[in-house]
């Protein structure tokens, strides 16, 4: 019979195969970001789309940015200028009603974010253990 120490460290090689390291962890946050971005993206646009042809540079739905840190394995999804509009449009203002589109398509995308993110890890621990 192997002794605890043998079995502790197999163990650990085997565990070890299975968390990803920064860069891993910054690809499967940015499958999940893109697919968050496409959520809110289509959201704006279903609820909020202007057919202006003299938008100031763009529309907020095509605003909407993935960006990784430099840092860190984590990865920013927001609007670069079009913010301010996309949060009275959801929070309201004293003479606009909040409709809450963006609570609700990033609610809405929760599963499809997380469903990205399990194929990007799953893709990466098989890649480990070959």
Do not use: C
Not at 5 to 13: G, P, Q, V, Y
Not at 44 to 62: C, G, I, T, W
């Amino acid at each position: 019979m192997a002794n605890f120490e043998d079995l502790s460290n197999e163990f650990f090689k085997q565990v070890g195969k299975m968390i990803p390291s920064d860069e891993q962890k910054q690809k499967i946050n940015m499958a999940g970001a893109k697919v968050l971005q496409q959520h809110i993206s289509d959201a704006a646009k279903q609820k909020h789309y202007s057919n202006r042809q003299d938008e100031d540079p763009l529309h907020m739905a095509d605003d909407l940015k993935v960006s990784p840190k430099k840092t860190s394995p984590d990865v920013n999804v927001g609007f670069e200028n079009k913010g301010y509009i996309a949060r009275m449009l959801n929070d309201g203002t004293k003479t606009i009603k909040g409709d809450h589109w963006y609570d609700n398509a990033f609610k809405a995308a929760k599963p499809d974010v997380f469903e990205a993110m399990k194929k990007e890890w799953e893709s990466g621990t098989t890649n480990n253990n070959a």
